[in-house]
């Protein structure tokens, strides 16, 4: 009698089962070569080219050229349209017909004039389901329309996925033609390919991986891929295997169909629109079929783009929505950059966003879902819980370039003490495929094992879109609950976070900043993106306050409500995570600066003029209007070569500008040349000593008798450094760029006096960073001002260099202190552990300082955002070159200004954060009657709190919200007072919903409020 032979070579018996199933080996005889039947070529195409991305009624108005398979289109950011006539043969009838469509461009099925299904090869979407059983009934002949992007799923990079554009690129369509798809073929690929990868996965240490093995190879001997009567046998030998149960105690995977698609990256906006049309159509066709299917979807922009563009497409989400399938998440508007965006518009981010999900689908989001930005600020959780959010869903973390992060489910304790439950789906990605692989690694990576026995996993083609298939979702329901492997069940973020809050007892918590060890360059690329976006927040604040105070001092004037929301939303969608960081193509800058220079420069000022206006009776003299809450005394210019004023300004309100002589005038002498300095200037404040390169031989802080800058020491000390990363170019600069430090020291046009004193006194240089390159920069000291100015131009045309200011400084702290949202935290100043060194280059907004007891020395600045404090040297980063995947980022002309003030006692006692805000939000100039007389509408008793925003309530008229925030870390209790006629105060959260138990007392002093550390309170002043 024969007997088989029991094999055991396990290399053999794997590599046998994966050629059966290969689509390059023998697929002339193994099974992958049958999931294919017959093929019949279309009737005709036709194709119709244009530079615009029209709509499907003006498409298909248009005159269609003949073409055929093979024939190529362009150039890139065209699109083409296919007529694609088709005709299914008689003799198919019973069997499941696709159209096969391969192209390099991503593509769209339109059909009777509507969006039907997205083709992307990169996305595994190759085919449209025409019939799944033809029947007699059905139509044979038709015709579908293809709309086909000339550019892939990641833009059209010429050389690398991340280099910039091809603009001359062509694409082609590769396969157009009708087949006959066996269904129960593509089981059995399923059954054998889920089967391989344990094997691999599992690894020779595993039993069960052997049990695979044997399995898959029995399958094999079974299978004759030319007799679809032998697959019944494999099938049950594959379900036999499969339907082996996990103990109670296996880790379990909540499955989320999900499509991380970036609103703008290597793509402008507006194809952005087409992939979410592309992506969540198909999502829709797939729950048609597959009712257990959940979907997570976040973004309120690519909801409303989709609403404007498809609107049968989202009447279709609404209805999924409501099934409890495609689940809204997130509850912001874009998935925004979460360190650069100032504390308000995170707030509005939510505020829009949350508000849309609520209008269009019934509901808030309760989790906030952000799993590709370059780090986390640390105000975030109590933004998210003010928004009605307890949940926190990323990964970036994963990126980390030093440090492991220590969690995958923990606790984050936010600045000022709020929590929220957080998750990192422990296979750190937010695009898995539904493989054994993805389960595998969920499992392992998990870092809180015997803490969390529940971890997501986001499966779908993501970043440029695609989402899930078919495919997937037939993986994942293979091994719903098979031994060896963890349980999968399809989820809800909700159900996740449900059963993780219910087992949190044991789980830990991270304080303080979730910090990305990677792509610190994105605090300085696109240096104009992010002076647009620090104007436009100052703008939309100025003009907010001013509006407010309008409605109660002229009864004519309208709210611009709507038109707010114009901008606001414009503002947050540049905030994107790949737009207000500057790793985007040259496309998405221009469309940024467009919104900044047009609608914010010209729509955002009238609005700003209108109410301003509307503050004080017309007339031939000026008054300033002050939107910040304490009283300034500044020196003003009321027009272009005019005289100078020191002018003092209530409190959020109206002065006229009447001339304020200073207790002493600016002084600027020249020195003789056998000093090592020039200039020295002096406020009565500050003694500055001025090299002729515009560098700081001395800052003196007169009532304190210090010096700032360290001995043997330069001030000012402008340094270029090589900036070469290792590939992520306008994301990342790495720590060996340190040692590449070189001072500019060429100087074209030594130190000279510009204003010679009395409000103010100025000296400007000019300084050739190289052939191509130069700074000039005025030095500006004016009467009364705590802070030396430094008004600074560069002409920049370098190619992967790093320009910085430095400030070594006579102060001696282990940490320096950095403004963030809401509030600052410190960072160390040394680099003793990996966790420090990780710091080399951290972010922040308007100010640094390092003090010691007594003494210390404030960075302040009006748009940069990345800082590097290490020992006793301060400095600010101004300008990179990186060139991908923008060939021309930064170059140009660039204006900037930054200050340095020392100070005594701490940064908090010195007003430090009042002049970054004063630095941040000029005084603004109004046209008034000549007796106007000076008025303040708001003020704060205590210099800790900051009145940060005065806004009318969204759908209540007559109603406002202000916004304060408790600054200096320190448990106070403040009055608000107000001019304005308030009948009621109420504490209100972050979304504006009234808290019917928090009525707030108003008195003729004016509203009392308790604060802890950096506690956000807001309040609704009804009228």
Not at 435 to 459: I, P
Not at 911 to 933: E, G
Request: net charge negative; proline share 5%; charged share 20%.
């Amino acid at each position: 009698m024969y007997h088989l032979p029991v094999l055991k070579n396990r290399r053999t018996l794997l590599e046998r089962a994966e050629k059966f199933i290969s689509d390059i080996y023998f697929t002339d005889c193994n099974l992958r070569g049958r999931l294919y039947g017959d093929s019949c070529p279309l009737e005709s195409l036709a194709c119709f080219l244009t530079p615009k991305r029209i709509t499907f009624s003006e498409a298909s108005k248009q005159i269609f050229d003949p073409c055929k398979v093979g024939d190529t289109f362009g150039p890139t950011w065209w699109t083409c349209w296919f007529k694609a006539t088709l005709k299914i043969p008689e003799s198919w009838r019973g069997k499941e017909v696709h159209l096969l469509w391969e192209s390099d461009g991503e593509a769209m099925v339109w059909r009777d004039e509507q969006p039907v299904q997205g083709l992307t090869k990169e996305g595994e979407k190759t085919s449209y389901i025409l019939s799944e059983c033809l029947q007699d009934e059905e139509p044979h002949s038709l015709t579908l329309y293809v709309e086909m992007a000339c550019n892939g799923l990641f833009g059209a990079g010429q050389g690398s996925q991340i280099a910039a554009p091809d603009p001359n690129r062509k694409f082609s369509v590769q396969r157009a033609e009708l087949v006959v798809f066996n269904r129960d073929v593509r089981e059995l690929l399923t059954d054998f390919e889920m089967l391989v990868d344990i094997v691999k996965e599992l690894g020779e240490e595993e039993q069960r991986g052997y049990q695979a093995l044997f399995t898959v190879n029995e399958m094999v001997n079974l299978c004759d891929p030319s007799d679809p009567s032998s697959f019944a046998k494999v099938h049950s030998l594959a379900g036999t295997f499969f339907n082996q149960r996990n103990g109670e105690s296996q880790h379990t995977v909540h499955a989320m169909g999900h499509c991380h698609i970036d609103s703008a990256w290597l793509w402008p906006y507006e194809e952005t629109i087409r992939k979410c049309g592309r992506s969540w159509v198909t999502v829709i066709r797939l729950m048609e079929k597959n009712p257990e299917f959940v979907f997570t979807c976040s973004q309120a922009q690519q909801f409303q783009w989709v609403k404007s563009w498809y609107p049968g497409l989202f009447s279709s989400i609404q209805h999924y929505v409501k099934k409890g399938q495609f689940i809204p998440v997130g509850g912001t508007w874009v998935e925004m950059d979460g360190n650069l965006p100032s504390g308000e518009s995170m707030v509005r981010q939510f505020l829009e966003g949350q508000r849309f999900f609520n209008k269009e689908f019934g509901r808030y989001c309760k989790e906030f879902w952000l799993p590709d930005t370059f780090g986390y600020s640390a105000q975030l959780p109590q933004i998210m819980q003010g928004c009605g959010i307890s949940n926190f869903l990323t990964q970036k973390l994963s990126w980390n370039l030093i440090n492991t992060f220590p969690h995958n489910t923990f606790f984050w304790e936010g600045l000022d003490g709020s929590t929220v439950l957080t998750h990192f789906p422990p296979g750190n990605s937010y695009e898995m495929k539904g493989k054994v692989e993805d389960l595998v690694k969920t499992l392992k990576n998990n870092k809180d094992k015997g803490r969390a026995n529940h971890s997501a996993a986001l499966f779908g083609f993501g970043d440029g879109g695609g989402g899930p298939t078919q495919l997937m979702l037939d993986r994942l329901r293979l091994v719903q609950d098979t031994n060896g492997l963890p349980k999968v069940q399809m989820s809800t973020p909700d159900e996740l976070f449900t059963r993780l809050q219910a087992d949190s007892a044991l789980l830990c918590t991270w304080a303080g900043e979730l910090f990305l060890e990677l792509h610190n360059g994105t605090y300085t690329t696109q240096a104009q993106i992010k002076r647009g976006n620090r104007q436009c927040e100052t703008l939309l604040h100025d003009i907010e306050i001013a509006s407010s105070l309008a409605l109660y001092r002229n009864n004519t004037f309208p709210y611009p409500a709507e038109k707010l929301q114009e901008l606001w939303r414009l503002l947050l969608l540049n905030q994107f995570h790949d737009v207000i960081p500057g790793s985007c193509i040259e496309m998405v800058v221009e469309d940024a600066l467009k919104y900044y220079e047009g609608e914010f420069l010209h729509g955002g000022a009238a609005l700003l003029r209108d109410a301003c206006e509307a503050l004080v009776a017309k007339g031939s003299s000026v008054a300033v209007f002050n939107s910040l809450p304490w009283e300034r005394l500044e020196v003003v210019q009321i027009q272009e070569g005019a005289e100078k004023i020191l002018v003092r300004a209530s409190s959020i309100g109206v002065s006229p500008v009447k001339d304020t002589p200073p207790v002493t005038p600016v002084s600027v002498t020249v020195q003789v040349s056998i000093l090592p300095f020039d200039l020295v200037n002096c406020n009565g404040l500050l003694k500055t000593a001025i090299n002729r390169d515009g560098t700081l031989a001395s800052l003196y802080l007169i009532s304190g008798n210090r010096e700032s800058i360290s001995d043997g020491c330069l001030g000012n000390q402008f340094v270029m450094f090589d900036d070469v990363p290792l590939y992520w170019d306008a994301w990342d600069v790495m720590d060996y760029h340190l040692q590449t430090r070189k001072p500019v020291a060429e100087v074209v046009q030594p130190v000279h006096v510009v204003s010679s004193g009395g409000l103010r006194g100025s000296v400007s240089f000019t300084l050739r960073i190289s052939d191509k390159s130069t700074i000039t920069q005025e030095i500006i000291m004016d009467a009364m001002c705590p802070y030396i100015k430094f008004s600074t131009e560069v002409q920049w045309a370098e190619s992967h260099k790093f320009l910085k200011v430095e400030f070594p400084v006579r102060v001696r702290s282990p940490n320096a202190t950095y403004e963030i949202q809401f509030g600052h935290l410190q960072r160390p100043t040394h680099r003793n552990t990996s966790w420090d060194w990780a710091r080399f280059e951290v972010w922040g907004h308007k100010w640094a300082d390092l003090s010691e007891h007594n003494f210390g020395v404030s960075l302040l600045n009006d748009c940069k955002y990345g800082y590097s404090v290490h020992k006793n040297t301060m400095t600010l980063s101004l300008l990179r070159a990186p060139k991908a995947p923008d060939a021309t980022a930064d170059m140009g002309i660039h204006h900037f200004t930054y200050a340095i003030m020392p100070h005594t006692r701490s940064f908090q006692e010195a007003s430090v954060i009042q002049c970054a805000y004063n630095l941040n939000f000029p005084l603004r100039l109004i046209q008034c009657s000549p007796d106007t007389m000076p008025w303040s509408a708001f003020s704060v008793t205590s210099q800790a709190v900051i009145l940060e925003t005065i806004k009318q309530a969204e759908d209540r008229g007559g109603v406002l919200v202000v916004r304060l925030y408790e600054s200096h870390g320190s448990s106070v209790t403040a009055t608000l007072r107000t001019t304005l006629p308030v009948r009621e105060a109420w504490v209100c959260d972050l979304l504006e919903k009234q808290d019917p138990n928090r009525p707030v007392q108003v008195t003729s002093e004016g509203i009392t409020l308790d604060f802890k550390p950096f506690q956000i309170v807001s309040l609704l002043l009804i009228m």
